[in-house]
């Protein structure tokens, strides 16, 4: 029979340190050609946009799609401005197994992932971490990168500054610290990550010191950049999806178009330096931008974790 796992129930059998290896299994899967998806489709709405997403994996074994909103006016609404829906189906028999609530699994594993750039593109000894952005996203990624390098000088800046002082506020006994601007944040910073909702940079070139590790989350349609175009062309650009980085980054999109560089200047997909890490940094003092668009095969690995682990603890509503 078929469950319904609500956001408390995968929040009680996912844990990020499980979500993280099981990101690194599914993008090296998707890279080595073991997965199967498209490009997801996005319609443009009134409020924002909606994203279908479905993926088939084939080890371990798993088939589903997502259902995904982003609705930048949702605050004022009192909802989140991501919403999703993960449908999980039987890859043998094609029968459901599970619908659940994908809001939380989008904002963990989107934070896994960069967990496993981090793990094989940032240097060995990084532990300052700039943070730009003061949402679920910066919560997520604060918890994620921690787990995989020891952080001892965390910097955040927001556009909003109650919620970044809100954000320091609720992450006790964690060096973290709000400072007065992007550029505060960011130079020195070994690890960056960019978790904004902005259409234009939020960081210059001229910022980030050889070295360092971006991480971009943001920024995921054509015409969006969040990263100074001088930054992308200088780097070492490691992506999730070629396919999807040619197609929605505006970080690489607009960059090609106005003759900064060709599609080969995407020097590998994440899945693919896991496999071989000789393809991530090849010199201490280069700067690695990791382009994070987000992967059906993501969401489909981290729903069938919550199923597995939803069915052993027996929680879920029964779907008659």
């Not at 619908?99 to 934070?111: L, P, S, V």
């Not at 995989?148 to 954000?167: E, G, N, Q």
């Not at 396919?243 to 607009?254: K, N, P, R, T």
């Not at 330096?273 to 489909?300: C, H, Q, W, Y």
């Amino acid at each position: 029979m078929a469950i319904w796992l609500s956001e408390a129930d995968v929040r009680a059998v996912v844990s990020m340190a499980d979500l993280i290896d099981v990101m690194e299994a599914a993008i090296t899967a998707f890279s080595a050609g073991r997965v199967k998806q498209p490009v997801r489709t996005v319609l443009e709405t009134p409020g924002g946009f909606y994203g279908t997403m479905p993926a088939y994996m084939e080890s371990p074994a798993a088939m589903g799609a997502k259902l995904v909103t982003v609705y930048h006016d949702n605050a004022r609404k009192g909802l989140p401005s991501h919403l999703a829906t993960i449908i999980l189906l039987d890859p043998a028999t094609g029968a459901l197994l599970a619908t659940m609530d994908g809001r939380f699994i989008t904002e963990a594993r989107t934070a896994a992932v960069s967990a496993v750039a981090t793990r094989y593109l940032a240097l060995p000894d990084a532990h300052k971490l700039a943070i730009i952005g003061s949402g679920v996203q910066a919560r997520s990624h604060l918890e994620a990168l921690s787990l995989v390098r020891k952080l001892s000088d965390i910097r955040c800046w927001s556009p909003t500054v109650a919620h970044a002082r809100k954000f320091v506020g609720d992450s006790r006994g964690v060096p973290l610290r709000h400072v007065e601007s992007a550029q505060a944040a960011v130079e020195g910073a070994d690890i960056i990550v960019l978790v904004t909702a902005s259409p234009t940079p939020v960081i210059s070139d001229a910022w980030v010191k050889p070295g360092a590790c971006v991480i971009s989350v943001g920024a995921c349609r054509p015409n969006q950049r969040e990263m100074d175009p001088a930054l992308v062309a200088r780097a070492r650009v490691i992506v999730d999806s070629r396919a999807a980085a040619l197609q929605e980054s505006g970080d690489i999109v607009m960059g090609i178009q106005e003759g900064r560089f060709g599609k080969d200047h995407i020097a590998a997909e994440l899945g693919e330096v896991a496999a071989n890490p000789s393809l991530g940094r090849t010199a201490n003092d280069e700067i690695i931008v990791f382009k994070s668009l987000g992967m059906a095969v993501e969401d489909v690995a981290a729903a069938d974790l919550a199923y597995r682990r939803a069915s052993e603890m027996k929680r879920g509503a029964a779907i008659a």
